[in-house]
């Protein structure tokens, strides 16, 4: 565990300094003014952070809300790192047993609207979140389900009680979906007007939305982070298509786009502007998984799920693949680098398909697949119509599984089919299916691979998974909850095979090298409060002109 | 005259119902829906409490009948309804874009007419001369150039063109401000899709002009007009050109009446918040009250256009309008 610990301590540490390297934290003092205009790539569908789960709202909204907590903005790239926002000092550790964790909270914020900001509010939006009224929707509250009540006993007060210590409660705080409401929006419009409305106490003041053109925010004179922001304002300008995202960012129409690029892209971009680009890049907290139908034969043959995980060479894909499209790490089910999560020294040695002698594994694939009486299956992969990264991923995986004899055919839909085949008609062999999470939580996020969890396609029952996981959600102690992790691992990538991982996402993220202050997260739904980003007023008249 | 229109008038409303039902059935063939994708579209945990809520809420639980008798009731009040990805009222979505694209529409429109009518009947008049060989393979170079592949070139032009003169690279604004508040920035957005789409639009008319002028010049009347030796831009002017508008007008009308929906890839080329735009969302998104009102709204203004182009037709040719 202390290696483990070592290595990750080394690793944020390395990430830090590529990241200084990359010019992503500037030596001279931050300027004030300036308009950043961002490109964003998805539309949004309304306003309201406790429902909606796109980055096309967060990246044109969050900017106008505050949250109780949040990963560091100085620091984003710890999975680890988290910091108050509404809340005053450290973040607070758990008492009674890690079952009550009390917040205090900041003085002096107010809403847009003028109203200041109490313990009522947050009260009142973690109800919101968690304890739903009938008909209400709330896309998150099943990651607040440790939660027993909610107290505010006064104005700078919050407790949360919970029904037992869980290390995935501070983090699902920390989700930048869990936008603060004022009670009194609440209690007087009801728990849809923030749909169509917006009020927060963020670092910028809603200005406007012109639907499908962009979203434009002033500068909240009364933020209470001393000093900040640093714009004057911004513009979140919807440009669905990826090619006019670069191209404005090449013409000087845009200054940055939060999602990520393609490597080609970032090539192309630094081909032509040189040093007016400047280039930050991170794991993802995303990840491609094969989900086998266990409803179909022969994918009801743990052997056969096995063999198909044991086909795929994951390091050579990762450095061939992550020259033309947004994949390029090799982990398990846990986001890559997290304390948690297997290193890939013990993937190697304990998970199949992740050993070094890729022809061994698919003679072994072989045998497996004689033994099932598979040896020349042919079946159809689903896809989804998406050409990063799950088209080319898809034509990986393909050519991988051909290596060890079968034949396999591409069966590519649109999103809405894609979904409808996966969910509820489920009439596929085989299908790509991904997993993208906020802030890295691991324990939340692999209830992705638990049958009962939701979001599991597979269609399969395992119990001994199901008490596996309940068990790690309820544990407090990090050296257990890495024991537990460790055995849900196995159980899913190599008992059951159930299903199995191909590579994690990578973010690249080129833009403008005026924009400073800017740091990358493994998520692109964190650290867009824009509130630490400046404008290098000489470096843009210089790019730009005027 | 009054008759004829009021015919016209009669035969519109069939083909908006049929339009109507046939883009219901259509839009219900793709499986999966919008709360699917809204909640769960990008990977994370969907709650499947909220997906049943929004379905409920959209009317998507309800059996296909009963959603087509609300379709159809909403569509004989003139109830659009609301968009089922943003919840804004239809019609609020498409009035929003529906400027932009007017006057896209209009201003490829002008640059279609302006290049086709001098250029087709300079073909016309100066038949198998270098001048109409030159006009001719202008006019098949816009014919066989899509207009969005023209757009990326004009992109790229601009880019490159921008950075080797200026020395930094500029391309036309991505956001849309309408002419009447900023008119410079307005038109050096939109110029450039006027320009990509007009090319297209001007090639289709200059050949039709073309080959309209040369049979109306072969008429005896023209001849009879030469005879009395009348000079030849007033035959052309006066006599021959007004006959020969007729297929050109249609032309004109429908493709203006294809642009007011139809630059469905043009508008994402240039990132125009235009029906174009809207139309492939909305097919993406499965947001079936918004694609339904934009069909709807492309199928009425094609019926509109025809219907006008009939009226000019009569007006142009009384045989028309006494047959």
Redesign the interface.
Known sequence: MKSRLTRFAASVVLGSALAVGAGSISTSAQEYGGELRL?VGS????YDGH?????GMIHPIRPFYSMLIRVNPDNPSSPTDFVCDLCVGDVPEPTNDGKTYTFKIRQGVTFQDGTPLTSADIKATFDKIAFPPE?????????FKMIDSIEAPDDETVVFNLKFASGTFIPSVAMPFNFIYAKKDLDEHGYKWH??NINGSGPFHFVEH?????VSGVKNPNYYHEGKPYLDGY?A?????M??RL??I?????DIEFRGFPPRARDDLVK??GDQIEVQESDWN?VLIVTPNHKVKPFDDPRVRQALSLAIDRAGGSKYLSQIAIVKTVGGIGFPGHPISSTPEYLEKNIIGYGSDVEANRERAKELLKEAGHENLKFTLHNRGVDQPYKVVGTWLIDQWKRIGLDVEQWVQ????????L???KDFDVSL??????VVNPIADI??FLPS???NYSDFEDQQLEDLYIELLQTGDPAKQRELFAAYEKRVLNDLASQFITLWWYKINPYRSYVKGWKIAPSHYLNQSLENIWIDQAEYKK???G | MYSYIVKRLLILLPTLIGAAILVFLLLRL?????C???????????????IR??QERLGLDQPIFFQFVDYMVGFFTLDLGVSM????PVT??IG??FGLSLQIAIMATLVSVIIALPLGVISAAKQNTPTDYFVRAFSIAGIAMPSFWLGILI?LG??IG??AFFG?????????VPIWVDPWYNLSALIWPALATGYRYSAVATRMTRSAMLEVLHEDYVRTARAKGLIEKVIINKHALKNAMLPVVTIIGIEFAFLMGGLVVTE????L?GLG??F??SV???DYTLTQALVMLVVAIFVLVNFLVDIMYAWLDPRIRYN
């Open positions: 490109v539309k949004i569908p309304s429902i909606e789960s796109t980055f008909g209400v929707a709330s896309n998150r509250k099943a990651y749909q169509t012109v639907q499908g053109s962009h513009r300008i919807s440009a669905p298509k090619s006019v191209q404005a090449r013409g000087g129409q845009a032509a502007l995303c649109p999103s809405t089919p894609f979904y409808a085949t969910r509820t008609k299916d991904f997993n993208c999470q906020a209830s992705k969890g939701g979001a790019q730009l002109g | 793709v499986p999966g829906d919008v699917l994708l809204r909640f769960g579209g990008e990977g994370g945990y969907a709650d499947p409490e909220q809520l929004c990805w943003t919840a804004q609020e979505e929003i874009r992109i601009l880019l921008s950075q930094r690279p500029w391309m036309p604004p991505i956001d849309y994402q080329v240039f990132n918040n735009k809207l492939v969302e993406t998104q499965s």
